[in-house]
């Protein structure tokens, strides 16, 4: 185990590929054009693995 001096993420071998940085899937959505359907998807995404009251994805 590996870990990145600059973000501190927890990588599996020294200096593998990663992006150091912390965002928000509001980032990942604002330029794209079907950022509507996008959301949507994640929507029903996260619903879909909730088991009880405990939710599986962020």
């Not at 593998?16 to 509001?26: E, K, Q, Y």
């Not at 604002?30 to 009251?53: F, H, I, K, T």
Request: net charge negative; charged share 25%; proline share 2%.
């Amino acid at each position: 185990m590996w870990v990145c001096p600059k973000c501190g993420a927890a990588l599996v071998a020294r200096n593998m590929s990663h992006s150091c940085g912390v965002w928000t899937l509001d980032h990942h959505f604002v330029l794209r054009e079907e950022a509507d359907l996008d959301r949507e998807l994640l929507r029903l995404l996260q619903q879909s693995y909730r088991v009880g009251d405990q939710e599986h994805l962020d």
